[in-house]
């Protein structure tokens, strides 16, 4: 029974540390490197002074100037560009998403371990590949008034797409295409280490461990530009027990010391393209994530290549 509870919560935790890990809420603060949050791109608007010749007095405004966008730019200056005006679909009053969500997995479980597992468990299937058009009004989808908009994009839960830092990147470009911009943006390998989580105890809510998960992932370029759930919201981060889970429970204090886990996420990669006015017509994500977790001799891997696709229509 002890090592059935151990497992279960392996697979637990190693099912909804990805699916988890975007779920901030919607005022969680920037993501924090050490280093400065980047400010927007300057190049999009401007402060103009008018003189009122009749009366001598001054007036200053912000009026919007064509977008300038940053060809040729610092990685500093393309990813404030990219956060700035990705973000900016959230804040649309109404548009029109198409998203193509393809997840390709091999989950590597023992067999006589996986004989032990619930049926919800036992039937668990990691790959994704689905299609979504939804219309959102002020925020919430008209065809199906259970989806957000803050949910159906990257940072999930929040109202920011991007908050990526000049830290977070490997390399960065935008250039020229067909009277818009495309910005194109390599991420940094990042290892996963779940130490950082430190000790989760039974008493825990699920918000608690979310949070906890949250804090950690924040902190990654990962965690602040992808999509890193199994698409779709994906029941296999519920800790609910079905009708076969009788006898199934979260064990009490876990030292997470005795449990060994080694992943990464790789090859992180997004490209926006912009039309002349700055509004995303296209945004495409991918990455490759791998986790081994072992615990008393048992060791469970999943290696996974996730990518989505989005079309807008203002």
């Not at 050490?34 to 190049?43: H, L």
């Not at 818009?180 to 130490?195: A, H, Q, T």
């Not at 804090?215 to 519920?238: A, H, I």
Request: glycine share 8%.
């Amino acid at each position: 029974m002890k090592l059935r509870i151990i497992w279960l919560f392996l697979a637990a935790a190693l099912l909804a540390l990805p699916a988890c890990g975007t779920a901030r809420p919607a005022n969680a603060p920037a993501t924090t490197t050490g280093e400065e949050a980047i400010e927007p791109f300057a190049g999009t608007t401007q402060e103009r002074t008018t003189e009122i010749e009749s009366t001598g007095a001054t007036t200053t405004g912000i009026e919007k100037t064509a977008v300038e966008a940053p060809i040729g730019g610092s990685i500093a200056q393309v990813a404030a560009f990219y956060n700035e005006h990705a973000n900016a679909v959230k804040a649309a009053g109404r548009i029109t998403i198409k998203k193509h969500n393809v997840r390709n997995a091999v989950l590597d479980i023992p067999a006589v371990i996986k004989a032990l597992l619930p049926k919800r468990m036992k039937n668990f299937d990691p790959n994704t590949n689905e299609t979504i058009t939804e219309t959102f009004v002020n925020g919430k989808g008209a065809s199906d008034t259970a989806r957000r908009l803050n949910d159906f994009l990257p940072i999930n839960g929040t109202s920011d797409v991007s908050r990526l830092k000049a830290a977070h990147i490997k390399n960065a470009s935008c250039a020229e295409q067909d009277g818009g911009w495309v910005i194109s943006i390599k991420l940094k390998d990042e290892p996963m280490n779940l130490s950082s989580f430190g000790s989760m105890r039974e008493e825990m809510s699920d918000a608690e461990r979310r949070s906890m998960m949250d804090d950690y992932l924040s902190q990654s370029g990962y965690g602040s530009s992808m999509e890193l759930g199994f698409g779709g919201g994906s029941s296999s981060s519920s800790s609910q027990p079905e009708e076969d889970d009788e006898g199934w429970q979260m064990p009490g204090n876990i030292d997470i010391s005795s449990i060994k886990m080694d992943g990464s996420y790789r090859n992180g990669a997004i490209t926006a393209v912009f039309d002349k006015e700055g509004k995303p017509t296209s945004l495409t994500l991918s990455y490759d994530n791998n986790i081994a977790v072992s615990v008393i001799g048992i060791k469970v891997k999943m290696d996974s290549t996730v990518k989505q696709e989005y079309q807008f229509t203002w």
